[in-house]
Nanobody, 125 residues
């Protein structure tokens, strides 16, 4: 699976951005797919994801109520709508996909088989 992320940029605090992640080669079917981020000087962390069935979504506590995952299966694309952005959301965001039927807990812990190139999100105060 090749993943292509886009949509990052510079935004003021309180603003919004939407990230996109398009898959090629294989589909997202039966795989958890989502987003991780890495801020300068920090480890990469889980942000949000769909379960392998696509029926559930998961978010790290710091983005709950502000970020929303969505998907367009026809386009084999997932999205991360980020609202009410804060300076602490500044990071490189990575699209990621797990292996077939990987559990959400495993995926959230870094059980990722495929990484996309990162896209920079910068939130100014």
């Amino acid at each position: 699976v090749q993943l292509q992320a886009s949509g990052g940029g510079l935004v003021q605090a309180g603003g919004s951005l939407r990230l996109s992640c398009a898959a090629s080669g294989r589909t997202f079917n039966n795989r958890p797919v989502g987003w991780f981020r890495q801020a300068p000087g920090k480890e990469r962390e889980f942000v949000a994801a769909f379960s392998w069935s696509g029926g559930n979504t998961y978010y790290t506590d710091s983005v709950k109520g502000r970020f929303t995952c969505s998907r367009d299966n026809a386009k084999n694309t997932v999205y991360l709508q980020m609202n009410s952005l804060k300076p602490e959301d500044t990071a490189v965001y990575y699209c990621a996909a797990g292996g077939a039927y990987y559990s959400s807990e495993y995926f959230k812990a870094g059980g990722v088989d495929y990484w996309g190139k990162g896209t920079q999100v910068t939130v100014s105060s």
